[in-house]
Structures are given as C-alpha cells and as structure tokens.
C-alpha cells in the first residue's frame, strides 16, 4: 500500500496495488466478523455444556445414592432377620425402612430418566443448531472471500507491463528533472516511485478511506444476510 501511494509513473501498477489493498482489507475485516460470530455463537454454545454436564453427574451422583441406600436397607432386613428371627418388631421397622427406600428409589429412577431423556434433546438439538451456525459462518465468508479474491485477481491481471514500462523510459529520455523524479533524488520507494505531493497524498487517503466506509457497510450487509438466513434455516 506505501508504495502504491507513493508511485508516480506506472499508474497501472499503482491503482492495482491500491485497489487489491484496500480488497485485501476488507477480506480481513470479514474474517474479523467470522471470527467474532463463531466464539459467540459456537464456541460460545458449546462451553455451556461444561455447566450442564456437572449439573448432570451431579443428578446421577443423587441418584446412585439413593439406590444404594436402599441395597443397605435390604442388607440391614436380611441380617435382622437372621439375627432376631424372633424379634417381630424389629423386622418390621427394617421391612418400613426398605419400603421407602424403594419408593425413593423408584421415583429417583424415573426422574433421572426423565433428565436423561430431556439432556439427550437438548444436546442433539444444539448439536443440530450449533453446528449449522457453523456451516452458516463459514459458507457465508468464504463465498464472500472467493468474490473478493477474484476482484483482487482482476485488479492484478489488469496491470499493463507494457504501457507502465514505455512510460518509465519515457521519463528516462527526458529532462533532468524528470530523470531525478524517476530515481527518487535519495527519497521515497526503493523501486522507482517519487514522493507525491500533499495534495495527492490526501486525495489518496481520501479514496481508501472512502473505499474502507463501503467495504465497511458490505460486512454490515453480510451479518444481516447472515442472520437471516440462521432465522429462516431454524
């Protein structure tokens, strides 16, 4: 870009370099939305599931639990049994202790399962979701790299060899200044550019900045295609 702001003669090399630049940016600019959407909208999603997944050990943990407590009730019932096969009271208390067990246990069952059932659609269904965002993001910028590469490729292979070549000898051949012009007089591009005026400088800056507002609005214009079309794939 320095030296494309800079060179005076070739002007198709120049207005390529600054053209396939300011292309070039707005490539980078997309990909900084790229970037932006898949932590929130991906990467985003999926860490959640580091929460979700404690909480469900944490369910099966309670779960378990309940389900050996009632084994240590059977246990106790048979031991009470065999100790004070007599003992009718104390059988009974053991046999009243296991059957609530089991009714905890039960219900424990029949709710892990139902939180085992609903996790399972939620996940299959976020996976679905998450992973067409995905997709989404990257066909969504990659088809608008592709269009942009192939504008900046257009841009290169409009430069004229030629015409910027018989332009430079045509500065050789002239006068003395022309010829401290072409070699810089010790400033400006290693190549062969001058140092252009202020003037120029700021029309140039002006260009480019004009250019970097359009591309601007057009990364605007993708996140909107964008979301519209996660709205009407959902």
């Known amino acids: 870009m320095a030296y494309g702001e800079v060179e005076h003669l070739n002007k198709s090399l120049r207005s390529a370099l600054c053209e396939t630049a300011d292309t070039l940016a707005a490539i980078q600019d997309y ?7 898949l932590e929130s909208r991906v990467v985003g ?12 050990r944490e369910e099966l943990k309670q779960s378990f639990s309940t389900r050996q407590q009632e084994i240590s009730h059977r246990q106790n019932l048979e031991k009470t049994k065999s100790r004070y ?10 046999e009243t202790k296991l059957q609530k067990a089991n009714v905890e246990a039960r219900r ?4 892990i399962e139902e939180k085992m059932d609903l996790f399972e659609q939620r996940k299959v269904a976020d996976l679905k979701r998450v992973l067409k965002e995905f997709v989404q993001t ?10 942009l590469y192939t504008k900046a490729y257009t841009h290169i ?14 500065a050789l051949k002239g006068n003395a200044a022309a010829r401290a012009e072409v070699v810089g007089a010790g400033q400006g591009s290693s190549l062969s550019p001058v140092i252009t005026s202020s003037r120029e400088k700021k ?3 002006k260009k480019r900045d004009m ?5 601007k609005l057009q990364v605007e214009d993708y996140e909107e295609i964008n979301e519209s079309s996660s709205s009407e794939a959902g």
């Open 203 to 205: 029309q140039s800056h």
């Open 157 to 170: 292979a409009n430069i004229e060899e030629e015409e910027d070549l018989e332009e430079f000898r045509n």
């Open 138 to 147: 990257e066909l969504a910028f990659h088809a608008k790299a592709l269009e």
């Open 211 to 215: 250019k970097k507002s359009l591309e």
């Open 31 to 37: 990909r900084n939305v790229e970037v932006e959407r």
């Open 108 to 111: 424990a069952c029949e709710n």
């Open 85 to 94: 096969p007599q003992n009718r009271q104390q059988i009974v208390i053991a």
């Open 45 to 56: 999603e999926i860490a959640l599931y580091g929460g979700i997944c404690k909480t469900a």
